[in-house]
């Protein structure tokens, strides 16, 4: 079994930070590509940030320069660090890895349950 963990959401200000976190974990064989999506109240989900295992980085231009993402592929997580917070920011984020489970030959995607994040003054 696999499954992605989430934390680090929560209510900031306008111009704020927020740090979120996403540990793969179960029989995992290797970690492929690991991002970052969010839907936001009547929007569609959309790829925030996503970053592969080379280090090779993708993201939405309405983030590119107010947020970063990484990994730690010691222990399976990726991170996503969100600066300058703005109210259209407002949404609920989920985590996204393509792994590879023991005893297998393919890859598969993994979802988190989401966690909220909510930029308000």
């Known amino acids: 079994q696999v499954q992605l963990v989430e934390s680090g959401g929560g209510l900031v200000q306008p111009g704020g930070s927020l740090r979120l976190s996403c540990a793969a974990s179960?029989?995992?064989?290797?970690?492929?590509?690991m991002g970052w999506y969010r839907q936001a109240p009547g929007q569609q989900r959309e790829l925030v940030a996503a970053?592969?295992?080379?280090?090779?980085?993708n993201y939405a231009d309405s983030v590119k320069g107010r947020f970063t993402i990484s990994r730690n592929n010691v222990n399976n997580t990726v991170y996503l660090q969100m600066d300058s917070l703005k109210p259209e920011d407002t949404a609920i984020y989920y985590c996204?890895?393509?792994?590879?489970?023991?005893?297998?030959?393919?890859?598969?995607?993994?979802w988190g349950q989401g966690t909220q994040v909510t930029v308000s003054s």
């Open positions: 970053i592969t295992s080379s280090n090779r980085r």
């Open positions: 179960g029989s995992i064989f290797s970690v492929y590509t």
């Open positions: 996204n890895a393509e792994i590879r489970q023991i005893g297998t030959v393919y890859e598969l995607k993994y």
